[in-house]
């Protein structure tokens, strides 16, 4: 099942009711939560990462009665840990010649998991993939919180795919989160920070000053866990 963001931007990811834990024991996840993935459907077509491989042959089901597979033009992937690109062996086995735009360290990441030579082309910040009459952007984001992690960002409506930034894990019927409670989205956002970048927390203030060097005109961000910002954006950026 697809969900619109915003004109020609849909949601395309799967909400994990049950997950209860993450990394392990590390990290209790009793609220469950969502891999979130994103179709741009402009004249050229990009789908922006994937989902955890236990869910990979139903996202690529569902996926199909969005679209027919042959007419995605690109893929991208934001960062290669397996929650987010544990659905692309099944994908890719429909689609093999499809590029892959990912960072230097992402195709090392995705060939070390999946060991396949795709068709992988690799971008750094400042570089730009054209959709025809529209245009995606990149913003490596080293270390947060793996070495491949980016950024991409889609110029034309002002929407940031921020991957593990600005996400949370938290399981909802509702895809934006200004319909959902605000105390469980400050205590569940700060939960994810705590567990998973509050050790980087150097990294991730060098990157929010330097956020305003790029001129991004953001008016949504859509993290791959998690509810979707398009409301108070000051208070996560």
């Not at 980087?200 to 979707?228: E, T, W, Y």
Request: hydrophobic content about 40%; proline content about 4%; some cysteine.
């Amino acid at each position: 099942m697809s969900f619109n963001i915003k004109n020609n931007v849909f949601w395309v990811g799967k909400v994990d009711w049950e997950l209860r834990k993450f990394h392990g024991d590390e990290y209790s996840t009793h609220r469950g939560s969502t891999y979130n993935s994103y179709l741009v459907k402009e004249e050229k077509v990009a789908l922006i990462d994937t989902v955890w491989a236990p869910f990979a042959k139903e996202f690529v089901e569902n996926l199909k009665n969005e679209i027919a597979l042959d007419k995605i033009d690109y893929v991208i992937a934001n960062h290669g840990e397996i929650d987010h690109s544990g659905a692309l062996p099944e994908l890719m086995r429909h689609i093999p010649d499809t590029p892959i735009y990912c960072t230097a360290n992402g195709v090392k990441s995705l060939k070390g998991h999946y060991h396949q030579d795709w068709n992988f082309k690799v971008v750094k910040t400042g570089d730009k993939l054209s959709l025809g009459n529209s245009t995606l952007s990149f913003i490596e984001t080293r270390m947060l919180h793996w070495p491949d992690s980016m950024f991409t960002f889609f110029e034309d409506e002002g929407v940031l795919f921020s991957n593990d930034a600005f996400g949370m894990h938290l399981a909802s019927s509702e895809r934006f989160a200004d319909e959902l409670d605000p105390w469980m989205l400050k205590r569940e956002g700060a939960k994810y920070y705590a567990n998973i970048l509050l050790h980087l927390s150097p990294i991730v203030r060098k990157l929010l000053d330097n956020l305003p060097s790029f001129n991004l005109d953001i008016k949504i961000v859509a993290p791959d866990h998690g509810p979707i910002w398009r409301q108070d954006l000051d208070r996560i950026i």
